[in-house]
């Protein structure tokens, strides 16, 4: 597993097996025998005649892409690369109502007969026979067909469907026999060393942004600052080149309060149930600490802002010393680097008076004033910039976080439950495929992800479902922001076993979006949140002016 921070590759989720399969295949092109013509077919006998697949499966699990892959290796590498890109950008998991696309049962049954008999034996009971085309079929495994494929032959599809099978292979199987909510109660009565995997999510009702959600995110309120990519914000060489752009954002992500969420309060008391394995936290605001979370018990894989560092001399202070800076609008600078000049300045050739005393310095309107308590009466830019030690994009995660995924929690972990986070960022995102398949693995947040299969999706607001679950199991869950009252509405998603949607309806919320069930995490926009967005935007705005009337000052000199 790569240490470095960085998104996911749909590349790296191809099965090494497969990948071996792959190249042991010869480059030559065998006569096809494909159907070409649309047989009048009955798909819900045909699907019928499918189950029986289903209910005795071969040992075709590893079996090659044969023909399909040969139309990749026509395909040269470029052209390759192009549509893995174009896979992520089609990749949706919302068909809903649309008679073009495979309804949710169809897919599920799809996608457990490719395992059940392979690529091979797939393609001939499904394409070959006339039963789906490639381009409906596309659906089935969360992809929208491409509109620059439009009205060409179906066997176009090929080269996507082909990436498709391998990305689905690739993934851990879903366990079928948990499905429903109180198999999730069951688990966690029963678990004893639970991996608990949480990302921005449990923060954001106490006021602290998620990063990927469209319009209230991180990442959508920063577009304006004209990077190439937001996620540019926490890159390391960007940071080193102009620490100004992160710390523009640094104070809307800075932790500013002791409280913690119901979703902390559910993993505190996992804790003091005898039944947290580990937390891996994504989250950079260290609140699980405030949790009470026990250190030992907490891996905080992109590090958190209760130290930082120097990173001229390395210098290492609390957190919590920076925060006045940051809160200013300042860049935070390395006190040890100033009083390391200051007292190397002792020795350095200076004018005197005639008795002897120092000669004071002329200064001139905008100097430090020499009588102050500064610890800057050296050029700021000769002292390093303090940056808070989390992990930046390029950066290496902790040493911790493989020693105790790979060497301890892997052999002993007995459930996986994963809160609050879209599983975008390398190498957090590896985790779930990491861990034994046989481990059920349980997903709650707003929305559900394609690329990973859990065995059950609970979705909504990640308070209401740990509050559900633990009034459901029998446990107390105290916490300022459950209501006495509270009252949640549990349904299952049409079309599937495994998918159920949480809602408050008692009492009513004050803003209650309703989960989606395609699309990255989607967060509430409140009124609070309105006037914390305008007040980002005026900050930058201010901040721009500056620069420009600074810059202007400059060219008039």
């Not at 006569?31 to 029986?52: C, H, M, W």
């Not at 039944?275 to 600490?289: A, G, M, P, W």
């Not at 200076?350 to 200064?363: F, I, L, Y």
Request: charged share 30%; net charge negative; with cysteine.
């Amino acid at each position: 597993m790569d240490s470095s921070r960085r998104k996911s590759s749909p590349k790296e989720r191809t099965s090494s097996a497969e990948k071996n399969d792959s190249e042991n295949q010869p480059p030559t092109r065998k006569p096809s025998t494909r159907v070409k013509g649309v047989i009048n077919y009955d798909e819900k006998q045909a699907f019928i005649a499918l189950k029986d697949e289903l209910d005795h499966p071969a040992d075709h699990q590893d079996a090659p892409l044969n023909e399909l892959e040969e139309r990749l290796i026509d395909l040269d590498e470029e052209t390759t690369s192009l549509y893995e890109d174009v896979l992520v950008e089609l990749t949706e998991d919302n068909f809903a109502n649309d008679p073009d696309a495979c309804t949710p049962e169809e897919a599920v049954n799809y996608r457990q007969l490719l395992r059940a008999v392979g690529p091979e034996e797939f393609c001939k009971k499904t394409i070959d026979a006339g039963l789906i085309t490639v381009k409906k079929l596309l659906t089935a495994f969360s992809i929208r067909p491409p509109e620059f494929l439009e009205g060409l032959p179906d066997e176009e599809y090929f080269p996507i469907l082909t990436l498709a099978f391998s990305r689905e292979l690739s993934k851990r199987a879903k366990l079928t026999k948990f499905n429903t909510i109180d198999d999730v109660v069951n688990l966690l009565h029963k678990s004893k060393n639970i991996i608990v995997l949480t990302g921005a999510g449990i923060s954001t009702s106490l006021g602290i942004p998620d990063f990927r959600s469209k319009g209230t995110g991180l990442y959508s309120q920063y577009e304006h600052l004209g990077l190439s990519d937001p996620q540019e914000i926490f890159d390391i060489e960007v940071f080193k080149q102009n620490p100004e752009i992160f710390y523009t954002v640094a104070r809307d992500v800075m932790p500013n309060t002791d409280r913690f969420s119901p979703t902390h309060a559910f993993i505190a008391l996992l804790q003091q149930k005898g039944k947290l394995l580990t937390n891996y936290s994504q989250n950079i605001d260290n609140i699980e600490e405030k949790a009470g979370i026990l250190p030992e018990k907490l891996v905080q894989c992109h590090g958190s802002f209760a130290t930082a560092t120097c990173i001229k001399c390395k210098h290492q202070v609390k957190g919590d010393s920076i925060f006045p800076d940051v809160a200013a609008g300042r860049i935070p600078r390395c006190k040890k680097c100033a009083e390391g000049r200051s007292s190397s300045n002792k020795g350095r050739k200076r004018k005197v008076n005639k008795d002897g005393t120092e000669r004071k310095v002329r200064r001139r309107p905008g100097d430090f004033d020499s009588n102050s308590d500064s610890e800057f009466d050296v050029p700021l830019n000769s002292c390093g910039v303090m940056k808070p030690d989390i992990t930046f994009f390029g950066e290496a995660l902790p040493g911790r976080f493989h020693d105790r995924l790979s060497k301890h929690d892997r052999d002993v972990v007995d459930l996986v439950i994963v809160i609050g986070t879209s599983l975008k960022v390398a190498p957090v995102s590896e985790i779930p495929p990491f861990l034994p398949p046989n481990i059920p693995q349980i997903y709650i947040s707003r929305t559900p992800v394609s690329h990973v299969n859990f065995d059950v999706d609970l979705l909504g607001d990640c308070d209401i479902v740990v509050s559900e679950l633990c009034r459901r199991a029998g446990w107390t869950l105290d916490h300022e922001m459950i209501p006495k009252d509270q009252v949640v509405d549990v349904t299952t998603a049409e079309g599937y076993q495994s998918r159920h949607v949480f809602t408050q309806t008692q009492p009513a919320p004050s803003v209650a979006p309703s989960p989606t069930t395609s699309g990255t995490a989607s967060g509430s926009t409140s009124e609070s949140g309105r006037d914390a967005k305008a007040e980002r935007d005026e900050r930058a705005a201010s901040r721009s002016s500056s620069r420009k009337s600074a810059g202007a000052d400059e060219a008039g000199k």
